[in-house]
């Protein structure tokens, strides 16, 4: 007797890429690559095939599909929306933390301020953006160092921008309350100004919004 055996292992470009439960070929990674910078303007290398299994492995089992072949097609359906949305959350990666990179901050608080504070000062509108915000701790930490550098900046035309391609993200940003080792590199003195204790963590302070 025979078993029945997918025939887009034999060979070539339909070999698996990555060993696991679900074939993952060539093919299919190209078609998620496609997807993904299509819809978001990332660009996947080949490299990236182990993470893009291991990631998208979790969505297969959660939607009780068999393959990656399923998937795809899946994703590029029109009944795919929301899929593509969780496909995109899933292959981007949230690294974030109070004051990451601190020099950046430094940065910002001594040369950039100075002037934008002048043009504030003077009625003028200032713009700030934090791209890829993830979550809302760098957007919040820059929120901290104007208002440092300019403490009345919530009275006048200061505003900052923050924006994440996953929408979980904004809301985790929108909600601003954080676990305790979230806000620890938070020096405690402006931690107690910026933010109010929210059960066992802290939620951002209404100026600081």
């Not at 969505?59 to 097609?73: I, K, N, P, V």
């Not at 929301?82 to 004051?99: G, I, K, S, W």
Request: include cysteine.
């Amino acid at each position: 007797m025979t078993s029945p055996v997918d025939t887009r292992a034999r060979g070539g470009a339909a070999a698996g890429l990555v060993e696991g439960e679900f074939l993952f070929t060539e093919d299919d990674f190209k078609k998620i690559a496609n997807i993904l910078h299509s819809h978001a303007g990332i660009a996947l290398a080949e490299g990236k095939a182990a993470l893009v299994y291991s990631r998208l492995a979790k969505r297969l089992r959660t939607l009780g599909l068999r393959s990656f072949r399923e998937y795809c097609s899946l994703v590029e359906g029109q009944q795919g929306v929301d899929e593509r949305q969780a496909m995109m959350a899933a292959l981007t990666t949230n690294v974030t933390r109070y004051f990451r990179e601190p020099h950046h901050f430094d940065h910002l608080r001594e040369v950039v301020m100075p002037k934008l504070a002048e043009t504030a000062r003077r009625g003028g509108r200032v713009r700030l953006w934090s791209a890829a915000c993830s979550n809302g701790q760098e957007p919040y930490s820059m929120a901290i160092t104007v208002l440092t550098a300019l403490p009345e900046a919530a009275s006048l035309d200061v505003k900052i921008l923050a924006t994440d391609i996953d929408p979980n993200m904004i809301a985790k940003g929108n909600a601003g309350v954080y676990r305790e080792d979230a806000v620890a590199p938070v020096p405690l003195d402006l931690r107690r100004k910026w933010f109010k204790k929210s059960g066992a963590g802290w939620e951002v302070a209404d100026e600081l919004r």
